[in-house]
């Protein structure tokens, strides 16, 4: 591929994009290779959200973020992009299959790199809109520990400069995962802002501490009806065994009115950083996940379980 990748193996394919482990031929690094799908190719807005991730792979650096490398067209005139190689699992692997299951204390100290990698990404006027736990992948670096990586800005969002995009759709597709959207996205309200992260991430918080997500619904659409006109399950009345200030900052991310909301993910680092302690000495692990099939989200992984530590 353009002279210098060597295509190793098919790594996966989803809604949109094929990737490739790869190797560049004249360094010898092994990365991945990730293509548009010939079908999305000819869409301009297609296209627009695939390169999409290299323009914030270079606006936002952050090792909590999948780095992108490289974009390019291939020789019969694919868009790709080259991007680290990683291995491991995802969160939803990991939240749904890990034995024994993972301490609250791992599953925090996740969540808490991910704060991180998303306040950066705000600070750089970027907003993800696809939150969820199947595009945090935890990767296995060298020294065998699990290092969070927030994958899939395609429908990343650069404040200030995208005003006419709703943020809901894009070639007659909805943008985002309604399970972990933000009643404000499954409105389609216009100035969707850094908020709307912050809600899905209270969402994957909830998920993993109760076993189940604090919405749902029979179908895609009627998930979206009660996304963003109802109120999300309380966290107290289905885990009253985690402490008391995580439940606050699971409530406090899940306020539908995003005015009351946490305001940026400073706070919620700051609130997470102060409740580890606590759950560093505690023997809590995440309950066993009790998950309605539909409506299921047809873009999360499949991978085996692996053992989670969070980074110091």
């Known amino acids: 591929i353009a002279g210098k990748y060597r295509l190793n193996a098919l790594l996966g394919t989803g809604g949109m994009a094929s990737v490739w482990s790869a190797t560049n031929m004249f360094t010898e690094k092994q990365i991945a290779v990730k293509f548009l799908l010939p079908t999305f190719a000819r869409t301009p807005e297609a296209a627009k959200r695939f390169l999409m991730e290299a323009k914030v792979s270079g606006r936002v650096q952050h090792p909590n973020i999948i780095e992108i490398l490289d974009v390019g067209q291939a020789e019969d005139g694919s868009l790709f992009l080259v991007m680290e190689l990683l ?60 290092v969070p990586k927030v994958l899939d800005f395609g429908v990343s969002k650069f404040l200030l400069e995208d005003q006419h995009d709703n943020g809901l759709t894009m070639a007659d597709t909805v943008l985002g995962s309604p399970l972990y959207m933000s009643p404000e996205q499954a409105s389609g309200v216009g100035d969707i802002d850094h908020r709307t992260d912050i809600f899905a991430f209270g969402a994957i918080l909830f998920e993993g501490l109760c076993g189940f997500r604090c919405f749902d619904a029979p179908n895609f659409n009627a998930l979206i009806v009660t996304v963003a006109t109802q109120q999300p399950k309380n966290i107290d009345s289905y885990a009253g065994q985690m402490p008391a200030s995580l439940r606050a900052v699971v409530r406090d991310c899940l306020v539908t009115d995003r005015t009351a909301r946490i305001g940026s993910f400073d706070q919620v680092i700051e609130r997470l950083t102060a409740i580890l302690p606590e759950l560093q000495q505690s023997p809590l692990r995440l309950p066993p996940p009790v998950r309605p099939e539909p409506p299921s989200d047809p873009e999360a992984t499949s991978a085996m379980p692996a053992i989670v530590r969070p980074s110091d």
């Not at 204390?105 to 950066?120: C, E, I, N, T």
């Not at 006027?125 to 595009?135: A, E, F, T, W, Y």
């Open 87 to 146: 291995t491991g699992q995802s969160l939803e692997m990991a939240m749904r299959k890990q034995q024994p299951p993972m301490t609250v204390y791992d599953f925090v100290g996740v969540m808490l790199d991910v704060a991180r990698a998303l306040a950066a990404a705000h600070r750089g006027g970027v907003i993800h809109r696809d939150l969820k736990p199947s595009n945090i992948l935890l990767h296995t670096d060298r020294g065998g520990v699990a």
